[in-house]
Nanobody
Framework: QVQLVESGGGSVQTGGSLRVSCVNS????????MAWFRQSLGSEREFVAY???????DYAESVKGRFFISEDSAEDTLYLQMTDLKPDDAGTYYC????????????????WGQGARVTVSS
């Protein structure tokens, strides 16, 4: 059983930085993809970034060059470092695990964290 517990997030001004973390209590080998998605009020959940078991990474175009996904295998923790934050980056950030196909599709992920709120003021 995989349980994902998130922490971090918060409120920053435009241009600021934040980091969200996600501790995975299950087996990392049970999933190829681990990812971050975000959702703002009234919008669908959208892909932000993923990392594969082999270390491959990809990002949504809107965050490339500003966000960085990483994981600490020893701590079973997934991170998303966010820099140069913009108001459009605001929302609830969810970590996800368990996908084996396309790492960008939220419907392929059976395990989700509870969400971490990010607010960006202009």
């Amino acid at each position: 059983q995989v349980q994902l517990v998130e922490s971090g997030g918060g409120s920053v001004q435009t241009g600021g930085s934040l980091r969200v973390s996600c501790v995975n209590s299950g087996s990392r080998y049970a999933t190829n993809c681990m990812a971050w998605f975000r959702q703002s009020l009234g919008s669908e959940r959208e892909f932000v970034a993923y990392i594969t078991k082999g270390g491959g990474r990809d990002y949504a175009e809107s965050v490339k060059g500003r966000f960085f996904i990483s994981e600490d295998s020893a701590e079973d923790t997934l991170y998303l470092q966010m820099t140069d934050l913009k108001p459009d980056d605001a929302g609830t950030y969810y970590c996800a695990a368990g996908a084996w196909g396309s790492c960008r599709l939220p419907k392929l992920y059976p395990y989700w964290g509870q969400g971490a709120r990010v607010t960006v003021s202009s």
